[in-house]
């Protein structure tokens, strides 16, 4: 009954195959626009900065910043900065610098006692796959 089966779904299988590989898909051709002089594209680029600076008015209201002028180009100034950047809840608390010193000597010992942890759990897992194989092996070989 099994290799009955198997056999339809392997036929109906190839017929989906061959039925969905005989049809063709049509693919329209795409006409090239023609080719846009400069000021064309100028003008097409400004109508789009346009719209999208009303658009962005819109949706950011108040906090709304103008985009820079179309062929202004503002240069990336790069700055050098050291400094401790705090988010969320902790960014309103004092900076103790007895608080960075405790979180670098406690750090590594988190994680030292998550290592020691971890190698406790899986010895005692080892352990317990060990016994139940044993007990499989004696449960498979009684006679």
């Not at 009954?1 to 063709?24: E, P, R, Y």
Request: aromatic letters at 8%.
């Amino acid at each position: 009954m099994n290799k009955n089966l198997i056999i339809l779904i392997i036929l109906a299988l190839l017929i989906f195959l061959i039925v969905g590989c005989s049809q063709s898909i049509e693919i329209p051709e795409e006409n090239e626009p023609a080719e846009l002089s400069e000021e064309e594209k100028l003008e097409q680029l400004k109508i789009e900065r346009e719209n999208l600076e009303k658009d962005r008015k819109e949706e950011m209201g108040e906090f709304y910043i103008p985009l820079p002028a179309l062929g202004e180009e503002r240069e990336l100034q790069t700055v050098k900065a050291k400094a401790l950047y705090l988010t969320g809840n902790v960014s309103g608390f004092k900076f103790l610098e007895e608080d960075i010193w405790g979180m670098i000597v406690f750090t590594p010992i988190v994680l030292a006692g998550g290592f020691y942890t971890l190698i406790k759990t899986r010895k005692y897992c080892l352990k317990n796959l060990a016994f139940l194989r044993n007990l499989h092996d004696r449960l498979c070989n009684m006679s």
